[in-house]
Nanobody, 116 residues
């Protein structure tokens, strides 16, 4: 079993910054990818950014140039640095981990609210 613990969400004014963290623990042999998704009220969950081993990170067009995903593989932790936040970035942000055996695990979600 794998557990994901997210942290770093909160309330911030437009133009501000937040850093999300997601730490994976439990029976992990190897992680293939780690990423962040978000879901705003009334909308579908969407990819924000993901990081797969050996390839360049992938970002949603709406966050390119503002968000940066990074990983600490020794700690099985993924981060999302969010700068120049906009009200439309308001959502619940979820961490997702895919193991080398292609199992998917999701975090519990952390709320990010950007006020105008």
């Amino acid at each position: 079993q794998v557990q994901l613990v997210e942290s770093g969400g909160g309330l911030v004014q437009a133009g501000g910054s937040l850093r999300l963290s997601c730490a994976a623990s439990g029976r992990i042999f190897r992680i293939n990818s780690m990423g962040w998704y978000r879901q705003a009220p009334g909308k579908q969950r969407e990819l924000v950014a993901d990081s797969s081993s050996g390839v360049m990170p992938n970002y949603a067009d709406s966050v390119k140039g503002r968000f940066t995903i990074s990983r600490d593989n020794a700690k099985n932790t993924v981060y999302l640095q969010m700068n120049s936040l906009k009200p439309e970035d308001t959502a619940v942000y979820y961490c997702k981990v895919v193991t080398s055996t292609w199992y998917e695990y999701w975090g519990q979600g952390t709320q990010v609210t950007v006020s105008s």
